[in-house]
């Protein structure tokens, strides 16, 4: 089940508030959450719920062992135990999420035959994979107490409005609202506020960049020249970003209503004016997660310069490759750990001597290519795409237009999702947030903007959700 769905907005979420809200006790309310968010999850693919709930169990008994060794003062089997856990949970992701990766270039390189396996890939696995594993290492570390109630640590895992896409929620962020949260209704308010947000972002602007982007990236002809090319590109840069920080906004407005405080997960990335910033505010979830559970474990900028490199290539190396399993993501990661250590080395000190647009200019030129590296199909096409990108070639308007009419009334999107990627609302809410003229009108505009999805979702069948497959 998506947010963005009639079921979800008609049938899901009011069953749940009702229910939620209807009883007083903090324990039934965490029972009752607990099995929708369960029920959200089974909804598409309901026997990949045991997988879930067994990986739960798996990491529930690991952590009472680490905690019982650790008062034990037993340091060996607090590691062994962590190791275990660890393979067992990494494991898992491994064989559903990268098997037959790696058996398609065995194949490919031996010349071999092994058979691919039917595996599909469970929803959310790398989300609720990280979080499993954010708990287990912390309680390792002594930074969370254990939970000793596999109700609360299962609500965790599997708590709905961040179970499929994150943001990467980590168990020292809610430890405490587990079992101590206390809704009250200008949470409820501004969640469901941030809720529309989201949603208006991904059905409204999202969905319209898409259409576009898919024109390119699936439907490209010889016709299709440097400046389409360069279209598509900008669409899809727009889509990823709407898609994505619309469903965050909306797993944190949901969170929000239900008393959960999840962190930001973006933060206007396409102001930046280098690819660190960027990194910086893009995806904070993943990318914090890999600097506290990969880089500084491996020693950070805190060792010889080689060590330091290879830190940075290994992160990034694992960035790409959590994405999926394929070598465009692999190739992906490389590319931004090859920037980034451009930037860490020498690049960094230019950029900060240019005017503001000029680096700014460069990061989402930059930028851009990483997108098409994720976007491309294959590699023969990603190298085609790289080098209409560069080397010009002439679209030919004139036999594509006829047949993507339909297609090209996205392009009225266009210039509203560049105006919304910049923080110009940001800055007027937090002028006038105080002036009850501004909230009125914001009110009504919000108001408007569910009744516009509404009728998006009612009307188009065009409705895809780009980290849905991560």
Not at 65 to 76: E, H, Q, T, V
Not at 298 to 317: A, C, D, H, Y
Not at 358 to 367: A, G, K, N, V
Request: charged share 15%.
């Amino acid at each position: 089940m998506l947010f963005n769905s009639l079921t979800f907005l008609f049938g899901f979420l009011p069953l749940l508030l009702a229910l939620y809200f209807i009883v007083e006790s903090r324990k039934i309310k965490n029972i009752i959450l607990l099995l929708f968010s369960i029920l959200f999850y089974a909804w598409g693919e309901p026997k990949y719920i045991f997988l879930m709930l067994i990986t739960i169990i798996v990491v529930y008994v690991f952590g009472l062992l680490i905690d019982k060794f650790d008062r034990d003062k037993n340091k060996l089997l607090k590691k062994i135990s962590l190791i275990i856990c660890i393979i067992l949970v990494v494991g898992n992701l491994i064989f559903f999420k990268y098997t037959n990766f790696f058996i398609e270039n065995i194949n490919n390189i031996f010349n071999s035959n092994i058979k691919i396996l039917s595996i599909i890939l469970p929803i959310g696995i790398s989300f609720y994979t990280f979080q499993i594993l954010s708990y287990i290492i912390d309680l390792y570390n002594k930074k969370i107490k254990v939970q000793k109630n596999i109700l609360s640590l299962s609500l965790y895992v599997s708590l709905f409005p961040q179970l499929i896409a994150g943001p990467i929620v980590r168990y020292e962020t809610i430890e405490d609202e587990i079992d101590n949260r206390k809704e009250n209704i200008d949470d409820i308010i501004n969640g469901t506020k941030r809720f529309i947000i989201g949603l208006s972002k991904k059905i409204i602007i999202a969905n319209q960049m898409g259409i576009m982007a898919d024109m390119v990236f699936n439907n490209h002809t010889p016709a299709y020249g440097t400046s389409i090319i360069w279209l598509g590109i900008l669409a899809y840069t727009l889509q990823i970003y709407f898609d994505f920080s619309g469903y965050s906004d909306m797993a944190i407005g949901l969170g929000k209503i239900f008393g959960f405080h999840f962190l930001e997960n973006f933060n206007y990335p396409y102001i930046s004016t280098s690819i660190t910033e960027f990194w910086r505010r893009w995806h904070i979830s993943l990318s914090s997660w890999f600097r506290d559970y990969i880089y500084i474990p491996l020693g950070g900028n805190r060792v010889s310069k080689i060590k330091w490199i290879r830190n940075i290539f290994i992160v990034w190396l694992l960035t790409g490759f959590w994405h999926g399993a394929s070598w465009n993501f692999i190739i992906w990661g490389l590319f931004y750990g090859l920037l980034l250590l451009c930037e860490k080395i020498f690049l960094d000190k230019i950029l900060k001597k240019l005017p503001k647009f000029i680096s700014w200019l460069y990061t989402i030129i930059i930028i851009m290519i990483g997108w098409t590296v994720f976007r491309a199909n294959n590699l023969n096409e990603l190298l085609y795409f790289i080098r209409t990108m560069f080397i010009y070639h002439k679209t030919d308007w004139l036999t594509i237009l006829p047949n993507n009419l339909v297609n090209f009334n996205s392009i009225f999107f266009l210039i509203p999702a560049i105006i919304l990627s910049f923080p110009i609302f940001k800055k007027l809410q937090e002028k006038y947030s105080n002036n009850i003229v501004y909230t009125i009108i914001m009110n009504i505009i919000l108001l408007c903007l569910l009744f516009i999805c509404v009728v998006y979702l009612i009307s188009s069948k065009y409705n895809p959700f780009i980290y849905f497959r991560f």
